[in-house]
């Protein structure tokens, strides 16, 4: 079992259920396995999506039809792969990564999972990148440094098109993010990002709370009207 990021009193539940899910519905292949490996053996944080969240991003591409996807947030590119796996065959996953040496795992992971081709890692800060990108996309997935949520969700507007999705990722935070006097720097970004949503025209969004091998946790998607 993975170190959960938000802590449960089932959480070994949580998990064995992940597990007996993802092995029925989303199983991984070598590659897969291998990249939460070598993610691990370069130092990163345990966040990437589980698997069955994988296989959830990659039907949402299927079911759109998404050809061009931005990511937010690269880390070691689990989630990357599992949405490029699923684009359409011109489909192209754009995944913004401020660490290179992050990038660099990514793009080897991505390669072993043979989608490199469909994939383009943009190495430096997703607020010095994202004016450089030219959209529209048709999912967008935020899953990057926490505080700056609410600057993602702005270009990502600018970045979609009516019809276009945007899925927030770690929303919940293990519950924090209701406690409305916390100064942690990443329950104030997802507060503020969860307020802008809810007040925004050009978006009907919901929320949904997870448990699993990561916890407690959540994430948003929001529909783009236009
Ligand atoms: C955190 C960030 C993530 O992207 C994630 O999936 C889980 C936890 C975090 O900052 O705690
Ligand atoms: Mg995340």
Redesign the pocket.
């Known amino acids: 079992m993975r170190t959960p ?1 938000y802590p449960g009193a089932d959480a070994h539940k949580w998990a064995a259920v992940d597990d007996y899910f993802s092995e029925l519905l989303a199983p991984q292949d070598e590659a897969l396995t291998n990249a939460l490996s070598a993610n691990a053996e370069a130092g990163m944080p345990s ?1 990437d ?1 589980s698997a069955v969240q994988g296989k959830f991003l990659a039907l949402l591409v299927k079911l759109m039809g998404a050809r061009h996807v931005l990511e937010i ?1 690269t880390l070691g590119g689990y989630s990357t792969i599992w949405m490029a796996r699923a684009l359409k065959p011109e489909g192209r996953v754009t995944s913004i990564e401020i660490d290179p040496l992050r990038a660099n795992v990514a793009l080897e992971n991505c390669r072993a999972a043979g989608c490199a081709d469909k994939v383009d890692i943009r190495v430096g800060a997703a607020s010095d990148v994202l004016p450089r990108l030219e959209g529209p996309f048709d999912l967008v997935f935020i ?1 990057a440094d ?1 505080p700056n949520n609410p600057v993602y969700l702005e270009w990502a507007l600018k970045l979609t098109r009516p019809g276009s999705v945007i899925v927030g ?2 929303v919940v ?1 293990g519950g924090a993010v209701v406690d409305r006097r916390s100064t942690d720097p ?1 329950v104030l970004g997802v507060r503020r990002f969860a307020e802008m949503l809810a007040a925004d025209p050009r978006l009907d969004s919901t929320a949904l709370q997870t448990v699993g091998e ?1 916890g407690w ?1 959540g994430f948003t998607v929001s529909f783009v009207k236009g």
């Open positions: 990021n966040h999506v947030g899953d926490k990722d770690n935070r990443n990561k946790d």
